[in-house]
């Protein structure tokens, strides 16, 4: 079956302005998950979201990060006034349930470009 | 807090050779630790998905093992292969459901 989508699979916006990543996780699976993958930092948990519990948000870096997830669908993640620090790569996975016994699927990423 | 080491950060060998990459954690109270290849500009493939109550897991060339109370994770490659060159990456969930990388090893694999 498919994967994990991501789009846009490259985005380049300027200082300042907000952007949207989208996600389309694998059909079925409950939870979804957001990371970040940046040269300094290596790969870092954004948020997750488990069927329609509150998602935990303890990882996003500041209150300009959000994201929304439409029961067991599609997840959106906003990145309001954006910096040059934000340029990464953001990474979508999905897994069956919200268990540690789960594997996770990743999605191929969104490489955002902050000028 | 959880934090994840991955050693040696860079590996080349020549064709054929078997080879050991290394993975220890800080915090022994995982679910399960996971092995992932990123190949350039792409995404995370799962390699191997180890439980907290197993001991190893092996599919075709690779076998990984997980010693949870010392905190060690190794992944053996038999006979690598040029196909083989990519970062592999390791991570351990725990309660918290959140994986939490180490900064990976880049594999080259000569001709």
């Known amino acids: 079956g498919a994967g994990v989508s991501q789009s846009p699979s490259n985005k380049v916006t300027e200082k300042g302005k907000d952007v949207e990543l989208r996600c389309d996780p694998i059909?079925?699976?409950?939870?979804l998950y957001w990371y970040r993958q940046s040269l300094g930092q290596g790969l870092e948990f954004l948020i997750y979201?488990?069927?329609?519990?509150?998602?935990?948000k303890s990882g996003l870096p500041s209150d300009r990060f959000s994201a929304e997830r439409t029961g067991e669908s599609v997840s959106t993640l906003t990145i309001q006034r954006t910096q040059q620090e934000d340029s990464a790569v953001y990474l979508c996975a999905s897994s069956l349930n919200l268990a540690g016994t789960d594997t996770q699927y990743f999605g191929p990423g969104t490489r955002l470009t902050v000028l | 807090k959880q934090e994840v080491t991955q050693i040696p950060a860079a590996l080349s060998v020549p064709e054929g050779e078997n080879l050991v990459l290394n993975c220890s954690f800080t915090?022994?109270?995982?679910?399960?630790l996971q092995w992932f290849r990123q190949d350039p500009g792409k995404g995370l493939t799962s390699l191997l998905l180890?439980?907290?109550?197993?001991r190893e897991q092996t599919s075709g060339r690779l076998n990984a093992s997980l010693d949870k109370s010392s905190g060690r994770s190794t992944l053996y490659i038999a006979a690598s292969q040029p196909g083989d060159s990519a970062t592999y990456l390791c991570?351990?969930?725990?309660?918290?459901?959140?994986?939490?990388f180490g900064k990976g090893t880049l594999l080259t694999v000569n001709p």
């Open positions: 915090d022994s109270a995982i679910y399960n």
């Open positions: 979201f488990q069927g329609n519990s509150a998602p935990d």
């Open positions: 059909s079925g699976h409950t939870a």
């Open positions: 991570a351990v969930i725990g309660s918290n459901y959140k994986l939490t």
């Open positions: 180890i439980q907290s109550s197993q």
